[in-house]
């Protein structure tokens, strides 16, 4: 797992602040924890790329006010015309709670069901977990090498240590379809449209 450190300088809440800073090319955001008061920063706008911008799951070190916060990023909101980071909004966490997120789902390797000429249907591209921080992994790879036709990976496949899989045990993360064979009947209606 990866860790970003963003440096932030402390900000004053506010409408008419937040849009100097965004003038600026800064980003207004909040850090929020449980058990402490909400921490008002910007950082700037190229900055947060990295965070905003990922197919990974990735904590965040928030340097502000000369204390290194560890964080998550929970919500960013957008300008619905030009797309521009307006807000974000960062939340505290600590080493051994679990939270709860979102992990990638990567497919690696070439599944039988393939090679015998089957295709295959990535159906689940995130899947909810509650897990540690500080151990969380950026994404989780499933290994296809082995599902022939027919078969699929669901997440009750999955047992990765520390990691708690919230979504129903049945949801399919990846399935291998056998090809649809016309039959003689739907070739003929097919000709007669031709």
Do not use: W
Not at 106 to 117: E, F, M, N, T, Y
Not at 130 to 147: A, F, G
Not at 180 to 194: D, I, M, P, R
């Amino acid at each position: 797992m990866s860790q970003i450190v963003l440096q932030a300088e402390p900000r004053e809440p506010g409408q008419t602040g937040a849009k100097q800073l965004r003038r600026n090319d800064r980003v207004p955001g909040v850090y929020y924890a449980k058990g402490q008061d909400p921490v008002h920063f910007s950082v700037q706008k190229l900055a947060l790329r990295p965070v905003v911008y990922t197919a990974e799951a990735k904590t965040v070190r928030l340097e502000v006010n000369g204390k290194g916060l560890l964080c998550v990023l929970k919500d960013v909101m957008f300008d619905p015309v030009t797309d521009k980071i307006l807000h974000v909004d960062l939340l505290g966490v600590a080493a051994g709670e679990k939270i709860a997120v979102e992990i990638p789902l990567h497919i690696v390797g070439l599944s039988i069901g393939v090679r015998d000429g089957g295709s295959l249907e990535h159906v689940m591209h995130k899947a909810h977990v509650r897990v540690d921080p500080t151990i969380m992994p950026e994404h989780i790879d499933i290994d296809v090498s082995n599902l022939v036709k027919g078969a699929a990976i669901h997440i009750s496949d999955l047992n990765i240590p520390g990691v708690e899989f919230t979504d129903r045990q049945d949801a399919v993360i990846v399935a291998c379809h056998a090809p649809k064979v016309a039959t003689a009947e739907e070739t003929a209606e097919a000709a007669k449209k031709a």
